[in-house]
């Protein structure tokens, strides 16, 4: 029999080379540029014994029910316009069969300002919701019930701010904190390597991101209290290979950190969690997926010696990517999505985000965004993706590719160790300029037509038909500056300046910060005025410019 | 003659710098002198970093929503400071209407998603024939 195998892939291979090629000058390696072969066999399968969903590595999936347990949260990132507007969308989303919030922030609120500094303008609402105070915040989950949903949050330099105010939302509806599910994204690394948006030096940005950490493994114990997010680092330009070591480098930074300040592995290492990029090369993200939980697993119980099997196991969030979504024909975004959405799907997503079609011209509108929830729906319900457990486990392709992403990814860490760790690295531009380096061979793939993007640079069309787009009033500007200048002024402006105080005295020193920030969103002050007394002990970080 | 010189800068909050590295990287290879400020640059201080190096032309890019508010406030810049000599153009997420505001309002050119690197590099040529490369 074995003989005879043999033979048959002997003959195969000659067929093979002697058929005609495609001359079209289309590169048949991945999207990352792994070399692929163009048939896979048993000769590629690993030797390793049989792998079970919900065991450890965990390759084929962390729970041993898979989804006929339970299906991932469809939990669509949205945020725009005023506390408001946003909370009218929430609650058409939850109307429309959503599981979980998922909350997008402008940019004055990512970069820790109020509505009415002067570099807040022309920003506000565009590219999320405007939170200035705990006052936008009780206004954005009004009627919400917050201990029936979870939420989670993207937001990373002021991450502790806005927890601390979610928080105080949840005390007001009567929900304690040690009930409250969610996710706060909290991942500085990757706003150092990727996103940019950091505030303060990487120091203080990871005392902060620790003294988090530690408050809700007492205070609020089912959050997660990091989202460790390769996702902008792969919109950012890097390869798959690249998302994958990174994010898990920045992982176990964290894990180094925590360590440092006392904290038991077990104690801490349950509520981390991750996000990563589906994107349109389809089954070397799916591998790239098998890969993270192989390797985080191996790294946590043999390197870092976690007892619990929770500390093992990778949850992770996806969404689809971004940067292939095309303006051009953009009604083909919703086809990319879908591709993107199933390999995340066959990858074992936790949660998913899909994108919407218009989501490269500007914020989806009601409909495009509905038509993005219900992609997945159509994946959880019509397709029977969901019925078999990584249903692609022991394809000779797939685990071929999965053991091809875990070797570049260790060869990443060496490289990373070698530098001294993820945070010299980062000072030495390591990460920034692979990304950039892998941005720019893509783009001259993508202009020497070697890689398509259908309607960029091949399958054209002369007029392209304009599709509706969702605009911000530009009259909420000034609705917003006075809505955070009336917090100032009805507040109670003694005990909100003393709370200042004492967290500019705790941030001196070095005690969890948490206590302090929470006392100052119930005293009302503004996101602006947290940070910018933080900053006045911290000082503020500017990265140098490499292209 | 001296090479065009171009500033680019990333002005606004935003963070997203992918774009704008590879656009920088594009000019400087097809011959231009290209300086990249970095990030978060206010329209006054992208006309200072233009006025000092004495370049000819800004290339803007913002990806958060505010470019209808920031690239005619750095045109406005310009004209406070008796500079509209400097060609201003720009890339970014822009809505087709926006693209049509902002060259009334004095942006020259503007590049959105998917236009291939030699387009802007046409653009360039064509906008300064005269001068060396």
Redo the contacts between chains.
């Keep these: 029999m074995k003989v005879r195998a043999r033979d048959s892939k002997q003959a195969w291979l000659e067929d093979f080379e002697s058929s005609p090629a495609r001359d079209d000058g289309i590169e048949t390696s991945t999207i990352s540029g792994i070399p692929l072969k163009p048939l896979y066999t048993t000769d590629d399968l690993p030797r390793r014994p049989e792998e079970f969903p919900g065991q450890f590595p965990y390759t084929r999936g962390i729970h041993p029910s898979g989804y006929r347990g339970r299906l991932w949260t469809m939990r669509q990132f949205s945020g725009f316009a005023t506390a408001e507007e946003t909370n009218r969308r929430y609650k058409y989303l939850l109307a429309n069969g959503q599981t979980g919030l998922s909350v997008a922030f402008d940019m004055p609120t990512l970069m820790g300002q109020d509505s009415d500094a002067p570099t807040s303008r022309g920003e506000i609402g565009h590219c999320g919701v405007a939170i200035d105070s705990l006052a936008d915040m009780e206004t954005l989950f009004d009627g919400i019930p917050l201990g029936d949903i979870t939420t989670s949050m993207t937001i990373n330099s002021p991450a502790a701010i806005l927890l601390c105010m979610y928080i105080a939302v949840a005390e007001e509806q009567g929900v304690p904190a040690s009930t409250l599910g969610g996710t706060l994204q909290n991942d500085i690394l990757k706003e150092f390597i990727a996103q940019k948006e950091f505030i303060f030096p990487p120091a203080p940005s990871m005392r902060l991101v620790v003294d988090s950490i530690e408050y809700c493994a007492k205070e609020v114990p089912q959050w997660n209290t990091i989202s460790i997010s390769g996702y902008h680092i792969r919109e950012a330009g890097s390869t798959a290979a690249q998302e994958l070591a990174f994010t898990l480098a920045d992982g176990m930074a964290y894990v180094d950190a925590c360590i440092e300040r006392g904290m038991r592995i077990d104690d801490f290492a349950p509520r981390l969690s991750f996000f990563f990029d589906a994107h349109i090369d389809f089954f070397e993200e799916i591998a790239k997926f098998r890969a993270a939980r192989r390797i985080w697993a191996r790294w946590m119980r043999e390197r870092y010696g976690a007892q619990q099997e929770r500390s093992w196991k990778l949850r992770f969030h996806t969404q689809t990517a971004g940067v292939s979504l095309t303006a051009q024909q953009p009604e083909l975004n919703i086809a990319r999505t879908a591709i993107e959405a199933l390999a995340a799907v066959l990858g074992g997503t936790q949660s998913l985000h899909t994108n919407a079609m218009d989501e490269v011209l500007a914020l989806p509108t009601d409909k495009s965004a509905r038509i993005a929830l219900r992609t997945q729906q159509l994946l959880a319900y019509e397709s029977g993706v969901a019925n078999t457990i990584d249903p692609l486990g022991g394809s000779y392709f797939i685990e071929a590719l999965t053991d091809e992403m875990e070797r570049q990814a260790e060869s990443y860490f060496k490289r990373i160790e070698a530098l001294g760790g993820v945070i010299p690295a980062i000072e030495a531009s390591f990460f920034q300029k692979e990304i950039a380096d892998a941005a720019f061979q893509y783009q001259q793939e993508l202009e020497q037509k070697r890689r398509i993007m259908i309607g960029v640079n091949d399958f054209t069309v002369d007029e392209e038909v304009p599709i509706e787009i969702l605009r911000i009033d530009p009259k909420l500007e000034s609705q917003q500056i006075a809505r955070v200048r009336e917090v100032r002024r009805k507040r109670d402006n003694a005990r909100c300046s003393n709370a200042l105080t004492g967290l500019r005295k705790a941030a001196a020193g070095s005690d969890n910060l948490m206590p302090y920030i929470l006392e100052a969103v119930r005293a009302y002050a503004t996101e602006g005025e947290i940070m910018n007394t933080l900053i006045e002990v911290f000082g503020i970080y500017t990265e140098q410019a490499v292209v | 003659m001296r090479p065009v010189r171009i500033i680019v800068a990333k002005v ?7 774009g704008v ?2 656009v ?3 000019l ?1 290879d097809a011959g231009y002198e ?1 300086i ?5 640059q ?1 329209p006054e201080m992208v006309v200072d970093a233009a006025l000092q190096e004495d370049a000819q032309v800004i290339g803007l890019s913002i ?8 690239f005619p ?1 750095v045109v406005q810049e310009l004209k406070r400071r008796k500079a509209t000599d400097i060609v201003v153009f720009g890339g970014g ?1 822009i ?2 209407d926006d693209v049509a505001a902002l060259k009334k309002q004095g942006v020259e050119q503007l590049f ?3 236009t ?3 387009e802007i590099v046409d653009w360039l040529r064509k906008r300064f024939p005269e001068e060396s490369r």
Excluded at chain 2, 36 to 40: D, E, I
Excluded at chain 2, 63 to 70: D, I, K, P, R, V
């Design positions: 606004g909050l935003d963070g997203h710098d992918r590295k590879v920088a990287r594009a400087r290209v990249y400020t970095g990030l978060r206010t990806h958060s929503g505010a470019h209808m508010t920031l406030a997420i809505p087709d959105t998603p998917g291939p690197l030699q």
